[in-house]
């Protein structure tokens, strides 16, 4: 829909244009999981100083700012790249970019994972070079992407930070926790 030469809704007009940021296009495409951790971030990103808040996984480019401008040929391009750990064309700008930035972070900087804990598509190469500073929210354990996206908008909204643990050792797998009670929006 966002790619449709009849598309006529801002976005898809500022991606033909070459205005639209990675952030925003993600959080298009996957709705309330990604617009929950560009809210999340937006309270709770901090890192040292020069080093960006938040970056994105994006596939083929490595690890790029959620402002970073897209072209509608690059959005094509990081469509036709198989995100899987085995896939060099994935792994190894994403393998490249998190050694970068451990070394802009320093060795005493710790890294939360927003995205899926239960596949090594992401934890693979983060593992491998952050190690037991790789943390996530442990509250991830058992929910899908729409619960966490939801959590991460409600804990943004509430300004209560989710408890992290670190990934290397956890069980990453487990029972669907219950489902977040509603909320209302002030």
Known sequence: MLMREQAEFDLALRLRNGTAAIGEIYAFISGLYFRGKLAYTGVFGAAPSGV?????????????SPGTIL??????????????????????????????LDQQAGP?????????????????????????????????????????????LRCARTTEELAYIAVQGATRHGNRPPKLKPSRQK
């Open 52 to 64: 960006p808040p938040a970056m994105v996984i994006v596939p083929g480019m490595g690890l790029v």
């Open 71 to 100: 072209s509608y040929d690059q959005l094509q391009s990081i469509a036709n790249v198989p995100v899987d750990a085995d896939n060099p064309a994935y792994r190894e700008p994403f393998l490249r970019d998190v050694a970068l």
């Open 108 to 152: 005493n900087c710790r890294y939360v994972l927003l995205g899926s804990i239960a596949t090594d598509k992401y934890t693979r190469a983060l593992l491998q070079v952050f190690g037991e500073r790789l943390l996530f929210p442990a509250e991830f354990v058992g929910r899908g992407d729409m619960s966490r996206g939801g959590l991460m």
